[in-house]
């Protein structure tokens, strides 16, 4: 079964800062995505950024940016110069197209 | 295109009622998911389809949850009879089923059984 994990229930971080968030994940399949989404307070899920598993390369979208170990299983989400506008659970996903299993979400505060 | 919408937003209801959430995905996404979200168990997978097909129901609790997808553009999740159990925010999502551009999801509707 896929299980994906977020050890840290909440964060926080003060404006301009960089904060990281993990991200540990375990499946079986050969093929499969990760994401990270963001859950502000108006519930809306929203699509923060997107990581093949077959690529190497970190995948990166303007000030956020993952770091992606395959055979760790790890991927991290680093926010740089953050904004008050990014306070928010912020929630990991592993899987497919056929199904997203999702981490328990971190709740990220920032402090002017 | 206005994204994937779902209605109602909020719905407040008495056990025992009959409760339906419906949901409209993007206009040539093939793939539609149902998830229900509380503070106790996180965001968790109820069923999906694909091509208006049930693929996998394991997450539907009990058989008080029912969904349909009579066609591309609509989907509703049916609670019958509704429990206070139940109170929960119900997302719908759609996906376009090619590779893996993640979901879009719904504003969700906030159930309340009293």
């Known amino acids: 079964a896929q299980t994906v994990t977020q050890s840290q229930p909440e964060m926080s971080v003060q404006e301009a800062e960089t904060v990281t968030l993990s991200c540990t994940y375990d499946t079986s399949e050969s093929d499969y995505y990760l994401f990270w989404y963001k859950q502000p307070p108006s519930r809306q899920m929203i699509l923060v950024i997107r990581q093949e598993a077959y690529k190497q390369q970190n995948a990166t979208e303007n000030r956020f940016s993952v770091n992606f170990q395959k055979a760790a299983k790890s991927f991290s989400l680093k926010i740089s110069d953050s904004q008050l506008g990014d306070a928010a659970m912020y929630f990991c996903?592993?899987?497919?197209?056929?199904?997203?299993?999702f981490g328990t979400g971190t709740r990220l505060q920032v402090f002017p | 295109d206005a994204g994937v919408i779902q209605s109602p937003r909020h719905e407040v209801t008495e056990m025992g009622q009959e409760v339906t959430l419906r949901c409209k995905p993007i206009s040539g996404h093939n793939s539609l998911f149902w998830y229900r979200q509380t503070m106790m168990r996180g965001l968790e997978l109820l069923i999906y389809f694909n091509n208006n097909v049930p693929i996998d129901d394991s997450g539907m609790p009990e058989d008080r949850f029912s969904a349909k997808m009579p066609n591309a553009s609509f989907s509703t999740l049916k609670i019958q009879p509704s429990e206070p159990r139940d109170s929960a925010v119900y997302f719908c999502?759609?996906?376009?089923?090619?590779?893996?551009?993640?979901?879009?999801f719904g504003s969700g509707t906030r159930l309340t059984v009293v």
């Open positions: 996903a592993s899987g497919n197209t056929d199904k997203l299993i």
């Open positions: 999502a759609s996906s376009p089923g090619r590779e893996a551009y993640g979901y879009t």
